[in-house]
């Protein structure tokens, strides 16, 4: 499969309907989290025949229930291990699917998780390929695709 | 029944264990869990368990590092993985090793027992 058949809103919304019951409700107008909204990002690199990574974001409201439906647990019996394990898994599955949709010969590395507020993620020496928002009961999941471009 | 749940990710880990939970085919099962291939290689000498449920990428000892590091010991029980990478030359690579199956993330239980139907 090339790059640009990758369908980033297909292979989300199928892991949060499979994983944790939940519907992503196609393309968002807005990719942008407000700046005073606590985010978290998941990020797997992939090295090989593809170079690059993908980024999976979700709001800290989102992060709390994606952990709970993950864990069966409520809100206050989780831990903050607990939803960077969540959301990391999450991009786990995402960039796995990803590497697996472009066949070749590539290693996906393990996930890395950032939280905060008012952050970019930026990867250096790569491009963003393919960059959505999808909307989940009025929570904004942002997906990203990166290629490693080398003229950078 | 005892099975074996490999995963570095504890979401992961109780995503199994939950699925597991509803099927009729493992019911009453004892699960008992590792965070990498090195302990899961450590557990089942121990616990020996009637099957295995690895990932395949973890950090210390992959899952594939693991099957490998069993069948040199002599000692493999049932084993499949979970993983959320799925490629032609990975289904070949754990078939050749002795994996009975190789489940793809995101999954159901739907598809982890009819998985399961082939290593139980």
């Given at each position: 499969m090339q790059l640009a058949e990758i369908e980033l809103d297909r292979i989300t919304g199928d892991i949060f309907a499979a994983i944790l019951g939940l519907t992503l409700d196609g393309h968002?107008?807005?990719?942008t989290f407000p700046p005073d909204e606590r985010v978290v990002t998941g990020v797997v690199q992939i090295t090989g025949d593809f170079e690059g990574a993908v980024s999976v974001q979700l709001g800290e409201n989102l992060a709390l229930r994606a952990a709970q439906l993950m864990f069966a647990l409520e809100p206050g019996e989780l831990t903050d291990e607990e939803v960077t394990d969540t959301v990391g898994e999450l991009a786990n599955m995402a960039g796995g699917n990803v590497k697996s949709a472009l066949g070749g010969s590539s290693t996906l590395s393990l996930p890395s998780v950032t939280a905060g507020r008012d952050y970019r993620v930026t990867l250096p020496g790569t491009v963003i390929k393919d960059r959505i928002g999808q909307d989940c009961d009025g929570d904004l999941v942002v997906v990203a695709l990166m290629q490693r471009d080398d003229t950078l | 029944m005892k099975i074996l749940v490999v995963d570095d990710s504890k979401a992961m880990r109780a995503i199994v264990k939950r699925a597991l939970s509803t099927l009729d085919r493992v019911a009453g099962a004892t699960i008992v869990e590792a965070v990498d291939g090195k302990e899961a290689f450590a557990t089942a000498q121990a616990e020996q368990p009637d099957l295995i449920i690895s990932d395949?990428?973890?950090?210390?000892?992959?899952g594939i590092e693991l099957l490998q590091a069993l069948n040199d010991a002599g000692s493999c029980p049932s084993f499949g993985f979970v993983t959320s990478e799925s490629t032609p030359e990975m289904h070949e690579l754990a078939r050749s090793n002795g994996a009975r199956f190789l489940v793809s993330k995101p999954f159901t239980p739907e598809a982890l027992d009819d998985a399961l139907a082939s290593a139980v």
């Open positions: 968002r107008a807005s990719d | 395949w990428n973890m950090p210390e000892m992959t």
